[in-house]
């Protein structure tokens, strides 16, 4: 990919949600059109929650296509077309990253800006991480790489502890001031892991049912 290239957010959500059940649910990959929309429509596991339809899925895969980002690939025998992504880690990708690599941008791809530790939680998933202290190395590692940069750290924000840290694969956005308060933050740190916990099953759950749909309806993707 052309870094000079920026993607819009409908077409990070949608490299993102590919990238993401290509590593988490391998055997529902690639995904049909109705299976990425609901990836893309997540409640959970998402920043900002989308509400994209079929028609405006399928566009944002068009320009994507255009831009050799993913590609249709039917498995034998299915009529209804899948999609898979050739953004990085394929033979036909140039950005090859590492597994700790590829979970953090996939992550700031689906979230948004994101603390070490906030993605050393959200990536448990994707990929393992031994303490943020390895997440923060990666970090580094990415904000380098020759062939990059693809991540930036943003300026701490008043009463955080940690700053974030956010893709650069997307266009320039503006970056809004979170609660100031640490009491706020710190109260709300020992319930980060029951909410992840949480978020992740409503989003295994969401797969699932992505997946029986599509068996007990496996045409209803060519119907408009």
């Known amino acids: 990919m052309n870094l000079e290239t920026k993607l819009t957010p409908q077409e990070t959500r949608v490299i993102g949600s590919l990238i993401e059940k290509q590593i988490t649910t391998p055997d529902q990959y690639p995904l049909s059109l109705n299976a990425l929309k609901n990836a893309c429509n997540q409640k959970s596991s998402r920043e900002p929650v989308m509400d994209m339809s079929e028609s405006e899925v399928q566009s944002v895969l068009d320009e994507l296509a255009k831009k050799h980002l993913v590609m249709e690939r039917s498995g034998f025998g299915s009529r209804v077309p899948k999609y898979k992504q050739r953004f990085c880690n394929t033979e036909f990708a140039s950005l090859q990253f590492s597994p700790?690599?590829?979970?953090?941008?996939?992550?700031?791809?689906?979230?948004?800006?994101?603390?070490?530790?906030?993605?050393?939680?959200?990536?448990?998933?994707?990929?393992?991480?031994?303490?943020?202290?390895?997440?923060?190395?990666?970090?580094?590692?990415?904000?380098?790489?020759?062939?990059?940069?693809?991540?930036?750290?943003?300026?701490?924000?008043?009463?955080?502890?940690?700053?974030?840290?956010?893709?650069?694969?997307?266009a320039e956005q503006e970056y809004v001031a979170e609660e100031p308060a640490v009491t706020a933050a710190i109260k709300a740190e020992p319930e980060s892991g029951r909410v992840t916990d949480l978020e992740e099953r409503v989003a295994a759950l969401e797969d699932e049912l992505a997946v029986i749909k599509d068996r007990l309806f496996p045409d209803r993707g060519d119907q408009k």
């Open 100 to 170: 700790q690599e590829l979970g953090i941008i996939c992550v700031l791809l689906l979230r948004g800006p994101q603390t070490p530790g906030q993605l050393r939680s959200h990536t448990h998933r994707l990929c393992r991480f031994e303490d943020v202290g390895e997440v923060e190395s990666v970090l580094s590692d990415l904000a380098v790489r020759p062939d990059g940069p693809f991540v930036t750290k943003l300026p701490r924000q008043p009463g955080r502890r940690e700053a974030r840290y956010d893709q650069l694969f997307g």
